[in-house]
């Protein structure tokens, strides 16, 4: 089946360090791959996304790249601010065997000054 | 703000009870989908309607139910309400119902908290 495996958190860093979020997928087929983030208190927002292999999504800083070869999707940041700290969700959508978007367990992310 | 909308923001009930949930998704968007959040489950999919029809259903309980309306706007419907209900409920919305070949991304309202008492 279609699933999606993220590392375990709490993920804490300093200001400016270098961020990695683990992903790896278990799909059929050929999935959409995401990135959403959690603030405190609110909604799940879009962060990035990659449609097919070798694609790169990027946004606010942050980017992770579709591999095919080793089914992973993993996020990263160059240099972190404090405002980043929020929990992080991989999720995979696969047109091929339904609708849904399927999540990761999340990561917590919290940095500090 | 993604403009998708929930209301209510939150909703405290006992057991037993039952309770509608209502989204209304971005402007344009025909796809309404539902998922609960707890924290023994992580993120799980409900139930998705496009253009008012039932598309697909996730891990839904026979307790619950859904509808989509001509307007677009969504209302989901938890009855008998257990202890184990308590969760966050977001609504996502998007432009297609991905059963094409075009997958489009999903944009979620900010939630309603539910606690069953």
């Known amino acids: 089946g279609n699933s999606v495996t993220q590392m375990e958190g709490p993920v804490t860093l300093s200001e400016e360090a270098f961020l990695t979020i683990n992903c790896t997928y278990t799909?059929?087929?050929?999935?959409?791959l995401f990135w959403y983030v959690q603030y405190p208190g609110e909604g799940l927002q879009l962060l990035l996304k990659?449609?097919?292999?070798?694609d790169k999504g990027s946004n606010k800083g942050f980017e992770a790249t579709y591999r095919k070869e080793t089914t992973s999707f993993h996020l990263e940041k160059g240099s972190v601010q404090v405002s980043d700290s929020a929990v992080y969700f991989c999720?995979?959508?696969?047109?091929?065997?339904?609708?849904?978007?399927?999540f990761g367990k999340g990561t917590t992310l919290s940095v500090s000054s | 703000d993604s403009g998708v909308t929930q209301t209510p923001k939150h909703l405290i009930t006992a057991t037993g009870q039952r309770v509608t949930l209502r989204c209304s998704p971005r402007?344009?968007?025909?796809?309404v989908y539902w998922y609960q959040q707890s924290l023994d489950q992580g993120l799980q999919f409900l139930i998705h309607?496009?253009?008012?029809?039932?598309?697909a259903k996730g891990n839904i309980l026979e307790r619950f139910s859904a509808q989509q309306f001509p307007d677009l706007h969504s209302e989901l419907n938890l009855s008998s309400l257990e202890l184990g209900d308590s969760a966050l409920y977001f609504c996502a919305s998007s432009v297609a119902d991905s059963g094409g070949t075009l997958i489009h991304e999903q944009y979620f309202g900010p939630g309603t908290r539910l606690t069953v008492t």
């Open positions: 799909a059929t087929g050929y999935p959409s």
């Open positions: 999720a995979l959508l696969n047109n091929q065997a339904g609708t849904a978007l399927i």
């Open positions: 402007s344009g968007d025909l796809s």
């Open positions: 309607y496009y253009n008012g029809e039932e598309r």
């Open positions: 990659a449609t097919k292999a070798d």
